[in-house]
Nanobody, 114 residues
Framework: VQLQASGGGLVQPGGSLRLSCAAS????????MGWYRQAPGKQRELVAF???????HYVDSVKGRFTISRDSAKNTVYLQMNRLKPEDTAVYYC?????????WGQGTLVTVSR
């Protein structure tokens, strides 16, 4: 399975973006999918994860602003990001939880700035 994140870009504070993570193979059997991000000079962190197509969990800094979802029929995981802040600026990646080294793709850059 290869995972390709897309949908990033430049957005003003308070704006929204929707990220997509397309899998080259079936993710139906992968119970937990997550979104991660790495800001400049910082370690990669887990932002949100979803268990099957039900239970969702978020890091405190994005609760109430980000929504993770998955469509196993389309082999895609989404991250809807609202009320973006400059501190959300990072490269965003998707992977399983726990992560699999071979699944890291290039990520998609999100820049929140005026």
């Amino acid at each position: 399975v290869q995972l390709q994140a897309s949908g990033g870009g430049l957005v003003q504070p308070g704006g929204s973006l929707r990220l997509s993570c397309a899998a080259s193979g079936s993710i139906f059997s992968i119970p937990i999918m997550g979104w991660y991000r790495q800001a400049p000079g910082k370690q990669r962190e887990l932002v949100a994860f979803i268990i099957n197509e039900g239970s969702v969990h978020y890091v405190d800094s994005v609760k109430g602003r980000f929504t993770i979802s998955r469509d196993s029929a389309k082999n895609t995981v989404y991250l809807q990001m609202n009320r973006l802040k400059p501190e959300d600026t990072a490269v965003y990646y998707c992977n399983t939880l726990p992560t699999r080294e071979s699944y890291w793709g290039q990520g998609t850059l999100v820049t929140v700035s005026r």
